[in-house]
């Protein structure tokens, strides 16, 4: 991510604001469960950037992705200012920010693991990889459940914000219904640019 001057300003740029966001976030133990993910991905981008350096696609959008998280850390999902604002203008009883964060957690690793797949030759039929591409994302998106079971039963009440639920009894399925909404929408809009990405890097 660091060989070209976009992923090296997109890396600094997610940097920063992971740096910021730290500084004074609403709830620190939240936060740090939220960017996790940041936390994990940075040092294997950086550590993968030379035998598998990604297109400039997959880079802006991990690099959104991380921008979400790390949003969603500082205030918590449940209190994010952009989610109040959209709040009001769709009309919704909640806060809508959680799922824009599952939506991307469900577009940004279908890309991922098209990319993987396709540059290691791992597979060549166009269906069986974008359906593959969706059971990634899927089982992302349950993973991501299961370890917010795990922490409502460590932490009972304190997980509150973590989870996001905001008092939704179907909060869970809601959540991997927009990552699977997301990982679909990534392979329709985005499998031509892609493609010709990928086509320019064997170059």
Known sequence: MLQRPLQASLM????IALLVSGIAPTERLTWLMEVAPVLIALPILIATRQRFPLTDLLAVLIALHALVLILGGAYTYAHVPLGFWLQDILGTLRN???????????????MVA???????????GRRMLA????????????????IE??????????ADEFLGTQGDVWDTQSDMFMALMGASSALALLTGWHDRQIATRRR
Do not use: N, T
């Open 12 to 15: 600094a740029i997610v940097v």
């Open 96 to 110: 809508p920010y959680d799922k824009i964060g599952h939506f991307m957690q469900g577009f940004v690793p279908a």
């Open 114 to 124: 098209r990319e993987i797949l396709l540059r290691g030759d791992f597979v060549r």
């Open 131 to 146: 359906f593959l591409c969706i059971c990634v994302a899927m089982a992302i998106s349950a993973c991501y459940e299961l």
């Open 149 to 158: 079971w795990a922490a409502a039963i460590a932490l009972g009440q304190g």
